[in-house]
């Protein structure tokens, strides 16, 4: 079921299917990162799935915390650093990798608080 409205000058295409996406695929067969930075990151990314908050397969990172209201709480740097690590393999300074580390908690920390329900 695809259902097109017309929302001021843009055409939102609403599928039934939306709530149906796969969250992030499970590394049950790979093991984590040797990279601690990567590792922190890949941590957040499987305790999230495993909670229902997961991010879906083809999400960006930035739409992902976007999706939970959670952009404000991890600046631009901190996912630059990732992204910088994962995908150009620079090492960071340990000041960078405290924030890193705090920032991730904290993202970690509000989902628990508004969006993990208590099994």
């Known amino acids: 079921n695809i259902s097109f409205v017309k929302s001021q000058n843009d055409l939102v ?4 299917r ?16 040797h ?5 922190a990151f890949y941590k957040l990314e499987k ?3 495993k909670n229902g908050v997961g991010r879906f397969f083809d999400e960006s990172i930035d739409e992902w915390l976007s999706r939970y209201n959670l952009s404000e709480m991890i600046d ?3 996912v630059k650093i990732y992204r910088d690590v994962r995908y150009g393999q620079f090492e ?3 000041d960078q990798k405290k ?7 904290s993202i970690k ?3 628990k608080q508004h969006y993990v329900k208590e099994k």
């Open 35 to 39: 990279n601690d930075i990567r590792k």
């Open 47 to 49: 305790w999230s799935k």
């Open 99 to 105: 924030r890193y580390y705090k920032q991730l908690d």
């Open 13 to 16: 295409t609403e599928s039934g």
């Open 92 to 94: 960071i300074e340990s």
């Open 18 to 33: 939306t709530n149906e996406r796969k969250t992030w695929r499970s590394h049950s067969s790979s093991k984590a990162p």
């Open 76 to 78: 631009d740097e901190a």
């Open 109 to 111: 920390q509000t989902l």
